[in-house]
């Protein structure tokens, strides 16, 4: 339940973060930058969320979800 409520809260934190810089690039960023930066973010976010756990505490937290 940790995972799914995680990634839920990683992926709304993404789309803020991905439409807030597709619709208003700050700093000049044109708009590839500001979906790579948006990209980047989502990535560093998910290895919070899920970085401490092993493959095996994943593929388990998996299974028991679905």
């Known amino acids: 339940m940790k995972l799914t ?3 839920v809260l990683v992926v709304l934190v993404a789309t803020i973060v991905i439409s807030g ?3 208003e690039p700050t700093g000049g960023l044109t708009e590839e930058q ?3 930066q948006a990209l980047q973010t989502l990535e560093q976010e ?3 969320a899920i970085g401490g756990m092993t ?3 994943l593929e388990n937290e998996l299974l028991q979800q679905g």
């Open 34 to 36: 500001a979906e790579d």
């Open 21 to 23: 810089c597709v619709q």
């Open 5 to 7: 409520s995680a990634l």
């Open 55 to 57: 493959l095996e505490e």
């Open 46 to 48: 998910m290895d919070e």
